[in-house]
C-alpha cells in the first residue's frame, strides 16, 4: 500500500525559504523507474507542477519557478525535500506530493493529503 | 509549452444524468500523455484515466476517457453523487513535465 505525507510549517514569512518533506512508504526510490513529484493548488485555484525526481536522482523543475526550487531525496529516510527560496504571499497554496510509478508511465498515480502553506508576514 | 483548456468551466448536471468534459491542448499531445484526475472537496486528486482511455485502479467503469490528437473527453455515463466534484486534465511533456488543466466543476443541478 503506497501512501505519502507532507509535512512543514503552516505559516512562512514573505521572502523566507520554505523546507517541505515527503514522506512515503509502499515503494522505495532505489527502484528503477520510480519518481516523486511536487504539486501545488493555490486555494480555489488549479493544480500547478513544482518538481520531479527520480530514483536516478534525475531532477525536473517547473521552468517558470526554476530559480527558486530545490529537490532532493534521501532513499534511507524513505523521504523527498522540496525547498522554494524567497516566498511571497502568492506562493499561498496547498503544496502535495505524489507518485509516479515507472519511468515510462505519464501520470501521477498515489498523491499524498496535501499541506497548506501560509505566506504572510 | 502546450497549454490545456477545459471546458466547460462549471458543469449542472442531475445524479443519474450523463456528463462530458472536455480538454483541448494547443498541441498535440500524444494520448499515452494524457490523465484525468477527480478532485472531491478538501480532498487531494484522484488519478481516473491515464493514457486519455484506461481507467486507474479502482475506477468505476461508468468513467471513461476518449480523444486522440489535441482534443480529449471525459464521460461519466450516469452521475452519482460522489461524482459532483472538480476534474483536471494533465498532459506529460519534456519541460513542464507535468502540465495541468483549470479544471471542470460539476456541480449538481
Known amino acids: 500500500q503506497i501512501t505519502l505525507k507532507e509535512s512543514g510549517p503552516t505559516l512562512v514569512k514573505p521572502t523566507q525559504t520554505l523546507t517541505l518533506t515527503c514522506t512515503f512508504s509502499?515503494?522505495?526510490?532505489?527502484?528503477?523507474?520510480?519518481?516523486v513529484g511536487w504539486i501545488r493548488q493555490p486555494p480555489g485555484k488549479a493544480l500547478e507542477w513544482l518538481a520531479l525526481?527520480?530514483?536516478?536522482?534525475?531532477?525536473h523543475y517547473s521552468p517558470s519557478l526554476r530559480s527558486r526550487l530545490t529537490i532532493t531525496m534521501d532513499t534511507s529516510k524513505n523521504q523527498v525535500v522540496l525547498t522554494m527560496t524567497n516566498m511571497d504571499p502568492v506562493d499561498t497554496a496547498t503544496y502535495y506530493c505524489?507518485?509516479?510509478?515507472?519511468?515510462?508511465?505519464?501520470?501521477?498515480?498515489?498523491w499524498g493529503q496535501g499541506t497548506l502553506v501560509t505566506v504572510s508576514s | 509549452e502546450s497549454v490545456l483548456t477545459q471546458s466547460p468551466g462549471t458543469l449542472s448536471l442531475s445524479p443519474g444524468e450523463r456528463a462530458t468534459l472536455s480538454c483541448r491542448a494547443s498541441?498535440?499531445?500524444?494520448?499515452?500523455?494524457l490523465a484525468w484526475y477527480q478532485q472531491r472537496p478538501g480532498q487531494a486528486p484522484r488519478l481516473l484515466i491515464y493514457?486519455?482511455?484506461s481507467r486507474a485502479t479502482g475506477i468505476p467503469d461508468r468513467f471513461s476517457g476518449s480523444g486522440s490528437g489535441t482534443d480529449f473527453t471525459l464521460t461519466i455515463s450516469r452521475l452519482e453523487p460522489e461524482d459532483f466534484a472538480v476534474y483536471y486534465c494533465?498532459?506529460?511533456?519534456?519541460?513542464?513535465?507535468?502540465?495541468f488543466g483549470q479544471g471542470t466543476k460539476l456541480e449538481i443541478k
Open positions: 525526481i527520480y530514483w536516478s536522482d534525475d531532477k
Open positions: 494533465q498532459q506529460y511533456g519534456s519541460s513542464p513535465v507535468y502540465t
Open positions: 505524489a507518485h509516479k510509478r515507472r519511468f515510462n508511465d505519464f501520470y501521477l498515480d498515489y
Open positions: 509502499g515503494f522505495s526510490l532505489s527502484t528503477s523507474g520510480v519518481g
Open positions: 498541441q498535440s499531445v500524444s494520448s499515452s500523455y
Open positions: 493514457g486519455a482511455s
